[in-house]
């Protein structure tokens, strides 16, 4: 017989995403981000001139990586632009790829943007209370394209799901965001 796990509940403020409980806090800056913005010049800069600015946190009070469990998290995404590209995470496929993910937005505005290896791709919306479902097979990099505010979202998935980082970083995501003369352009 499997140990049982003991049920537990936390606070999450649904305006800011602030989970007062997390213990884990993943931090990406810009240094962490060279090699997936288009214009890596104007990346360089930014690290520069304004000091390695933060660009997303991730906050976890992590469930046991199995089978079974649901992994939970909050996102908190910069605004902010690399060149004329927004900024984003990452990306990534799961590790074990059969597994979806559900975002819930709490704040902000931009895009979920996702591919398969086949190539095939599609974009949401993301703003607050809106819901994105991420199919198994599908990578998924959200992009904030808010001027001021930051995009935020609690993220759910399977507890084995893992990170596959690797594939994205060589593939790309198809797609990238950019601003252009006022507007928000996918290219
Ligand atoms: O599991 C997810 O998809 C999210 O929690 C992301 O990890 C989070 O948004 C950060 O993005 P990434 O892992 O691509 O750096
Ligand atoms: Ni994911």
């Given at each position: 017989m499997p140990d049982i796990m003991t049920p537990f509940g936390l606070a999450i403020d649904?305006?800011?995403?602030?989970?007062?409980?997390?213990?884990n806090r993943l931090v990406r800056r810009a240094?962490?981000?060279?090699?997936?913005?288009?214009d890596a010049e104007a990346l360089d800069r930014l690290i520069q001139e304004q000091d390695d600015p933060l660009h997303y946190e991730v906050f976890e009070l992590p469930v046991p990586p199995e089978n079974g469990q649901l992994m939970y998290c909050i996102s908190k995404l910069q605004p902010g632009q690399v060149g004329q590209e927004f900024f984003m995470t990452k990306g990534h496929y799961h590790s074990v790829s059969a597994t979806a993910e559900i975002y819930l937005c709490l704040a902000g505005r931009g895009y979920m943007v996702m591919k398969t290896a086949e190539g095939k791709w599609a974009t949401e919306e993301m703003m607050r209370g809106r819901m994105v479902y991420v199919p198994p097979h599908w990578a998924h990099r959200s992009v904030n394209t808010d001027a001021n505010e930051t995009l935020v979202s609690f993220c759910v998935y399977p507890g084995d799901a893992g990170h596959n980082y690797g594939d994205i970083e060589r593939e790309g995501l198809g797609k990238r965001v950019f601003q252009r003369g006022g507007d928000i352009v996918l290219e």
């Open positions: 649904l305006e800011t995403g602030d989970m007062v409980a997390a213990t240094s962490d981000m060279r090699g997936y913005y288009a």
